[in-house]
T-cell receptor
Framework: GAVVSQHPSWVICKSGTSVKIECRSL??????MFWYRQFPKQSLMLMAT?????????EQGVEKDKFLINHASLTLSTLTVTSAHPEDSSFYIC????????????FGNGTRLTVT | SQQGEEDPQALSIQEGENATMNCSYK?????LQWYRQNSGRGLVHLIL?????REKHSGRLRVTLDTSKKSSSLLITASRAADTASYFC????????????FGAGTRLFVKA
């Protein structure tokens, strides 16, 4: 149980284009989802907390207009990287916990974004 | 990292040996968790220890927590080649909200 599916697993796009990444909770409802970014051989940096039916909460230093988050339903959150640049190339991972509270996170398998 | 540091950054051991990884954090926490990440994949939750607990076991894993020193350790006993992965500690601060903050991670390589 508690499966999180992330799509696509990898994407290559040209500078200036936008890319949408989907994160779905397959067998549970996720009121809150979290988006992380990970550079090679580094830790996960929390980008934003996605709340169903309301605006996302972004961490300091993360541009909300560049990384658009939409959490339209209890099972789907999307991250759109707008006007992508090569420096946006990274590994993006979403996660969710079952139920409310400070519980373990279930992660998607991540999306490798390469901007050329 | 956003929360703390882990050491060692990398660890190479022989199969059958024990592996110990340490984690330090900065703020008061509700709980501390350990995750495993295989290369290029998402993370898998291993174990959670609450702030009022000092030690916890799960199979070959043993986790300790010292809130006075703001540190934790993960011990993997009788390691296997399949344990090769990156291991991250993560904390849920008591600042409110539910966000989970990850440490820098330890890359473990177990040689067969």
């Amino acid at each position: 149980g508690a499966v999180v599916s992330q799509h696509p697993s990898w994407v290559i796009c040209k500078s200036g284009t936008s890319v949408k990444i989907e994160c779905r909770s397959l067998d549970f409802q996720a009121t809150t989802m979290f988006w992380y970014r990970q550079f090679p051989k580094q830790s996960l940096m929390l980008m934003a907390t996605s709340n169903e039916g309301s605006k996302a909460t972004y961490e300091q230093g993360v541009e909300k207009d560049k990384f658009l988050i939409n959490h339209a339903s209890l099972t789907l959150s999307t991250l759109t990287v707008t006007s992508a640049h090569p420096e946006d190339s990274s590994f993006y991972i979403c996660s969710a916990s079952v139920g409310q509270g400070r519980r373990p996170l279930h992660f998607g398998n991540g999306t490798r974004l390469t901007v050329t | 990292s956003q929360q703390g540091e882990e050491d060692p950054q990398a660890l190479s051991i022989q199969e059958g040996e024990n592996a110990t990884m340490n984690c330090s954090y900065k703020t008061s926490i509700n709980n501390l968790q350990w995750y495993r990440q295989n290369s290029g994949r998402g993370l898998v939750h291993l174990i959670l220890i609450r702030s009022n607990e000092r030690e916890k076991h799960s199979g070959r894993l043993r986790v300790t927590l010292d809130t006075s020193k703001k540190s934790s350790s993960l011990l993997i006993t009788a390691s296997r080649a399949a344990d090769t992965a990156s291991y991250f500690c993560a904390t849920v601060p008591n600042t409110g909200g539910f966000k989970t903050i990850f440490g820098a991670g330890t890359r473990l390589f177990v040689k067969a």
